[in-house]
């Protein structure tokens, strides 16, 4: 206890140093500037409409800002002075001083009639348009700040709002379209609706052939001379604005240059065009087939302009993935002496080969942390419709670190894969047609791996899929693959496999081959690149089924399932989904939450979902607090020695929520609680022996009951620290559980048995995971 007091007393007498030290670096004369402070109507009682939000939007108006402090203390100042004045403009001095430290700021440098005018334009921005602020400082010893005081007067609205009378051209438009105004009559006045009404309206003369035209060409008129502290708000084109933007444009010539670079561009203007619908296409190569640009650009010779096609034609080109270069050039004929422009179309392609190769590390949900190393193969325009051929080569090496198995698991892995992308729609006897800014997909793969769990198991796992991937908008996405085949074969690599199945129930059936056929679909929505939300949402949801079709044609065998080319086929439906909501409580500080629930149906000759398909709960990206795939099913447990962190199920739910604050810099932690388990739909009770068959031992309490599901969740929680440098998060979380599923009913509730100090609990509950991103 002195120990503790003694330090504390010493923490505190550094503080008060540290404070007191923040003003003796100060030349004669000078005065530290510690802020501002904003005073609003002082003199009245009546408090304005979110008074504390326009105090605050009027100090973060303030300039200079004061130097920087951590509770009270201006540690970046004290550093400045404690470090001093450095010999040379080198060296360890001026490092610590010029990256650690901050130079102090000056009551000099406070200019109040600056700020002055500036908080006072802000709240006639906000409608109060008789406000005024007024600045003065006080001084206290050396140090000294400002205080501005703002008569904000009253808040003024919109009384009425008028728009152009004239019923042709541009008024004719504006008025078409004034029901989608921003400026509503009672509103606030506000500066900014005023400047998005502008670009308004100039969208919706864009999409009508305006193509010179400019916000800027508008003006709004405000009078606020009719009291009652009410405005009328007059929208008008303004008199100067050039005949070029009073008109609409069609499009005249459409020139593409497919293959087009700043040295080639006099040949290829001097070429004799591809006629091709209405397109004019430049070039002696042949580097893509004329029917690729009905899908990259949308207009049409002798059609009005418009933004909307403007803009998914870029699009479009940009995201086909064939080229590095994409430019639109609209040039008036005649120069502006008519109304119309020729399109000009400057496209650069990607080069057609190229070779990558990488090396990553991984860190995976089972514990496996290892690299890996990849060599990609890239063919573009492969069959000159801008096709991409993908083929890749990888190999990697993995380590299990924890999680209270089998510590001496090691795993590599061999993959090939080749997948070849069509940017359209590929469906037979039928040609849709999308005209959305993104590119359709149609995506064939192969793939083969291999996978050696050191001295336990082989597997062999061959893929093949065709499929679709499209986009409705920014937010939504889907991926169905009508054909998805999957066989896996496996070895045993253990020399006592009895023991090993012994003490791993489940495992022999996971080492039967398995065959696949079936189709999967995704729906992925998402608005997380709206960064200015403060409330984000992803979700995706997707449905699975295997061998339902082929099982109709596929006779029963003895046991009462299905198979095809002597491999059980297995039937299935599986379905999940994820959702996960973030939202920022302040710029640093973000609340992340997710809710995942899984749900499998086998049929036919299989009780369980196939290993490759099942649910698994624990590690580094689910629940915490429990080694990776060693939570469940149900409430049992595998003691084992030689237990495998392989407890798959076919029912999943799992809740996540966490707490993330930035420390410093790149550095931020998290306070974060998980709660989930696994389950499968019918209780696993073995199987006895028979002739040359070896019994295996069943797993109780691994079926799933609703009325007990709550009851039998896993329960965690932990802090973590993660290094975000943005291209790369690397993290380290610690949990422990304060439930566990596998105890009596009684006893699972384990909190009051939280005993840091106790070395032997810290061996048995604490869980360090090491993760490569964040876990969602």
Not at 575 to 602: M, P
């Amino acid at each position: 206890m002195r120990g503790i007091i003694k330090t504390s007393l010493f923490v505190l007498v550094c503080l008060i140093w540290a404070a007191c030290s923040s003003t003796k670096g100060l030349k004669p004369g000078q005065i530290l500037y510690t802020g501002a402070e904003v005073k609003i109507n002082p003199d009245s009682t009546h408090k304005i409409d979110s008074q504390k939000d326009v105090k605050t939007a009027l100090l973060s108006r303030a300039r200079p800002k004061p130097n920087k402090s951590l509770l009270g203390i201006k540690f970046k100042l004290w550093v400045y002075n404690t470090v001093g004045e450095p010999k040379k403009p080198k060296g360890l001095k001026h490092w610590l001083r010029t990256k650690f430290g901050e130079p102090p700021v000056l009551l000099s440098q406070v200019k109040l009639q600056y700020n002055n005018d500036v908080m006072t334009s802000f709240l006639i921005s906000q409608g109060y348009l008789q406000s005024l602020v007024t600045g003065d400082t006080v001084v206290t010893g050396k140090k000294a700040k400002a205080v501005y005081t703002a008569n904000t007067g009253n808040r003024y609205k919109i009384n009425s709002i008028s728009f152009p009378e004239d019923t042709t051209g541009i008024a004719r438009i504006v008025n078409q379209h004034k029901e989608n105004t921003l400026i509503k009559k009672g509103d606030f006045y506000d500066l900014d609706v005023y400047k998005n009404e502008r670009i308004r309206i100039d969208n919706d003369l864009k999409e009508e052939g305006y193509f010179y035209f400019s916000p800027d060409y508008l003006i709004i008129q405000v009078d606020s001379t009719i009291g009652k502290s009410l405005v009328d708000i007059r929208v008008r084109v303004k008199t100067i604005a050039p005949d070029a933007g009073l008109k609409p444009y069609t499009i005249k010539n459409i020139n593409i240059y497919p293959n087009y670079t700043l040295r080639r561009d006099s040949v290829l203007r001097r070429l004799k065009p591809l006629q091709y619908n209405d397109f004019n296409i430049y070039d002696n190569r042949n580097t893509f087939k004329p029917r690729v640009f009905d899908r990259l650009v949308f207009f049409k010779k002798g059609e009005i302009y418009n933004r909307t096609d403007h803009n998914q034609s870029l699009n479009r080109m940009v995201n086909i993935g064939a080229f590095q270069d994409v430019r639109a050039e609209f040039l008036p004929l005649d120069s502006f002496k008519n109304d119309e422009l020729d399109l000009n179309i400057y496209l650069t392609p990607l080069k057609k080969n190229s070779l990558s190769f990488s090396v990553t590390g991984t860190s995976k949900s089972n514990n496996f942390v290892g690299s890996e190393v990849r060599i990609t193969q890239t063919t573009r325009n492969l069959f000159r419709g801008a096709e991409q051929l993908d083929v890749s080569v990888s190999g990697g090496f993995e380590t299990q670190t924890g999680g209270g198995v089998d510590q001496n698991l090691n795993s590599y892995s061999l993959t090939g894969e080749a997948k070849l992308t069509f940017p359209r729609f590929i469906v037979p006897f039928y040609k849709p047609s999308s005209t959305t800014a993104f590119i359709p997909k149609t995506v064939t793969s192969l793939s083969y791996q291999l996978l050696n769990r050191n001295s336990y198991y082989r597997l062999n796992s061959f893929k093949g899929q065709f499929g679709y991937n499209w986009k409705e908008n920014q937010y939504k996405e889907h991926n169905f693959n009508p054909i998805s085949l999957n066989y896996v074969t496996s070895g045993i690599l253990a020399a006592d496999t009895a023991k090993l199945y012994n003490e791993n129930p489940g495992l022999k059936t996971t080492l039967e081959p398995q065959l696949i056929i079936g189709s999967t679909y995704n729906f992925t929505y998402t608005n997380q690149m709206e960064e200015s939300r403060r409330n984000n949402l992803y979700f995706n949801g997707g449905i699975e089924t295997g061998g339902n079709v082929w099982g109709l044609f596929v006779k029963k065998n003895a046991d009462g399932g299905r198979s095809l080319f002597n491999t059980n086929l297995t039937q299935f439906v599986r379905l999940e989904t994820d959702l996960r909501d973030y939202y920022k409580i302040t710029r640093n500080l973000i609340w992340a939450s997710r809710l995942n629930l899984g749900y499998g149906y086998a049929y036919g000759g299989s009780t369980s979902l196939p290993f490759t398909r099942q649910f698994f709960a624990g590690g580094s990206n689910d629940v915490r607090a429990f080694p990776a795939r060693t939570l469940g099913p149900g409430t049992y447990k595998n003691n084992a020695t030689t237990a495998l962190a392989d407890q798959g199920g076919d029912i999943k739910i799992m809740l996540n929520t966490e707490l993330r604050f930035k420390l410093v810099s790149i550095l931020y932690g998290a306070l974060f609680a998980d709660a989930g388990n696994i389950w499968l739909r019918k209780e696993d009770v073995g199987r006895p022996a028979g002739p040359g068959v070896a019994a295996t031992p069943g797993r109780p309490g691994s079926g799933f009951k609703l009325s007990n599901a709550l009851d039998e969740l896993g329960v965690g929680t932990g802090a973590g620290l993660r290094v975000d440098a943005k291209i790369l998060v690397v993290r380290l979380d610690v949990a422990f559980p304060v439930r566990k599923p596998y105890l009596a009913p009684g006893e699972r509730w384990v909190f009051d048995e939280v005993s840091f100090g106790n070395k032997e609990w810290r061996r048995d509950n604490l869980v360090y995971n090491i993760g490569i991103g964040y876990p969602f």
